[in-house]
């Protein structure tokens, strides 16, 4: 069993920085791969990164590509998600999930996940 809980969310400006947290507690946690999602209202949960639990290898959605950059620490528990350059259409609830699966960029994919924590960017 694992548990998730985000930090970080709140209101920035076009053009800010934010950086998410997401610490874990329970069994295991450097065997998780760590995902990051995000969800508007109305809308399907997207794939906006994920970090492997081996190697550290990172993926980015395309849409994030080159502004959003993932870590993880496995000493503190935690996963990061820094996000650069913000966009108003950025705006969304965040969530980390946690997933032993190979294939990382579907909901699907996690067995945990945390409560969400909303970034709100004003243009």
């Known amino acids: 069993q694992v548990q998730l809980v985000e930090s970080g969310g709140g209101l920035v400006q076009a053009g800010d920085s934010r950086r998410l947290s997401c610490v874990a507690s329970g069994r295991a946690f450097s065997s998780y791969s760590i995902g990051w999602f995000r969800q508007t209202p109305g809308k399907e949960r997207e794939f906006v990164g994920a970090i492997r639990s081996s190697v550290g290898t990172v993926y980015i959605g395309d849409s994030m590509k080159g502004r959003f950059t993932i870590s993880r620490d496995n000493a503190k528990n935690t996963v990061y998600l820094q996000m650069n350059s913000l966009k108003p259409e950025d705006t969304a609830v965040y969530y980390c999930?946690?997933?032993?699966?190979?294939?990382?960029?579907?909901?699907?994919?996690?067995?945990?996940w945390g409560q969400g924590t909303q970034v709100t960017v004003s243009s």
């Open positions: 999930g946690a997933s032993i699966m190979v294939s990382l960029n579907k909901i699907g994919d996690y067995q945990y």
